[in-house]
Structures are given as structure tokens and as C-alpha cells.
């Protein structure tokens, strides 16, 4: 029988912050604690700290799954690549080094699979049928692959090649800030990603997060696509979220 409690940790670039979750309404049991990622992102640092973080989380819940979300390509427990921390994660036996340091069992996946994965069990994928692509526009580009509720691992669609570039380095939020450009002009960029997306996979439902979906009738409206394309419901909590409904899907 699924448990109905975990607890969520989401690592990023710049902070790890985790709760305990309730899996049947999605809503957090605790309040959301939040550590900033230590400078350089090692792994031991990452480590000290999200075992620190856990300890406030879990007072009195040592027999709660765990799920832990992480920006890298996740493959048997190891990080493949590293995206805003150290290089030192790449190739690293990720998931059985946290479980000694935590001492306890977990389940380690991408952030942005933790997103969609989120998305489709408490928000805007929910009782979706079909393909539904979820984006998350950030420093970078993070994509989760849906279908028909089931999860498609470690897609990396923001590195997609599009008129010879990583478009993820033209069409992602913070190339929306760095070259100061309007909405009008981003939006342009979304439209040539999110068409290379449609012609490629003709998704029932794009889903676009990351912190800048609170603006999303700022440039959603500007897209001319045949797929509908809505905000996520879940920004900050959704890797917190999807982390812990997959630490329970992952025990059954």
C-alpha cells in the first residue's frame, strides 16, 4: 500500500529547500525550509547541507520516503551532467552517497522530471491523455516529457540545436535579461522553440514554469501555436512535490 506522506527535497543553483508532503492533496504538512546552496555546489558541501536540511524537515519522521530532485541528468542513481554547480557531480554515484550521508533510503531524479511529474499528479497536467511537454524557463531550459501520465527520464530538449545554436542560450529567461529584451522580441524566440517542439512531438499540452510563468500573460498570448499552452500550477514547490510523489511511486 502507497504511502500518503514523503518528504520533498529540491537542490538548485542557488538554494535546497524540502517539506513534508501530503501525496494525496499535494499540499505541504510542513512549512517550505529553505538553505542556500553552497558556493561552488561540491558535492560534499551539497551533501552537509541538504543532510542539515532534512534534519529540521523529518523531526519525528525517520520512516517517511524520501525523493530528492537534482539539476543533472540522472541515469541508475548517478549524476551525468551538472547544471549551476560543481563539475565534480558528473559521473558521481549520486544517490548511494546521499543514502549513506542521510542514512536512509531515497529516490534521486531531475529536477525538471520532478516538475512534470508534480504538474501531472497535483496541477495542470492532471487527468491530461496524451503527450504533455512541460518547459521550465530559467537560467536554462529544463523539459519533462509526459505521456499519458507516465514519465519519459531525461529529456534535455533546452539543448535543442535550432538555426545552429543550444537554443536554450536564446530562448531561456535569463537571455531574456541579459540581452534586455522586450516580451515582444522573447516571445519571437519562445515561438521558434515551442514550433521546433510541436513539429517534433506533437504534444497535447505544453506546460511552461519556472519563475517567470508568474508573467505568463506577458507572452503566452504572443504564441501562435496548434497546442494549447498554459502556466504550470506549481513554481516553487513543484520539484519538492514531484521528488516526494516519486520517492513513493518508486517504493511500490
Not at 115 to 135: I, P
Not at 160 to 172: P, R, V, W
Request: with cysteine.
Amino acid at each position: 500500500m502507497s504511502a500518503t506522506t514523503a518528504i520533498g527535497i529540491d537542490i538548485g543553483g542557488t538554494g535546497i529547500k524540502g517539506a513534508v508532503i501530503n501525496l494525496t492533496t499535494g499540499a505541504l504538512l510542513t512549512d517550505r525550509i529553505k538553505i542556500p546552496t553552497p558556493k561552488g555546489g561540491r558535492p560534499q558541501d551539497i551533501i552537509d547541507t541538504t543532510t542539515e536540511l532534512l534534519a529540521r524537515v523529518a523531526t519525528g519522521t525517520d520512516d517517511l520516503p524520501v525523493g530528492i530532485c537534482f539539476p543533472a541528468v540522472i541515469k541508475n542513481g548517478h549524476t551525468m551532467s551538472a547544471a549551476n554547480v560543481s563539475d565534480k557531480w558528473i559521473g558521481l554515484a549520486a544517490e548511494s552517497v546521499f543514502e549513506k550521508a542521510l542514512k536512509r533510503p531515497i529516490h534521486f531524479v531531475n529536477d525538471a522530471d520532478a516538475a512534470g511529474y508534480a504538474e501531472s499528479q497535483f496541477g495542470a497536467a492532471q487527468n491530461v491523455s496524451g503527450v504533455v511537454l512541460l518547459t521550465t524557463l530559467g537560467t536554462g531550459i529544463g523539459t519533462a516529457l509526459l505521456n499519458n501520465g507516465v514519465l519519459v527520464p531525461n529529456t534535455e530538449l533546452g539543448h535543442l540545436q535550432i538555426e545552429g545554436k543550444d537554443y536554450e542560450s536564446k530562448a531561456a529567461y535569463s537571455a531574456k535579461e541579459r540581452e534586455d529584451l522586450s516580451w515582444d522580441k522573447w516571445a519571437t524566440r519562445l515561438q521558434k522553440y515551442y514550433s521546433t517542439l510541436e513539429a517534433l512531438f506533437s504534444p497535447d499540452l505544453f506546460i511552461v514554469g519556472g519563475g517567470v510563468s508568474k508573467h505568463h500573460e506577458d507572452f503566452l498570448p504572443l504564441l501562435r501555436l496548434k497546442t494549447r499552452i498554459i502556466p504550470a500550477v506549481h513554481r516553487n514547490n513543484a520539484g519538492i512535490l514531484g521528488a516526494a510523489a516519486l520517492a513513493v511511486k518508486h517504493q511500490d
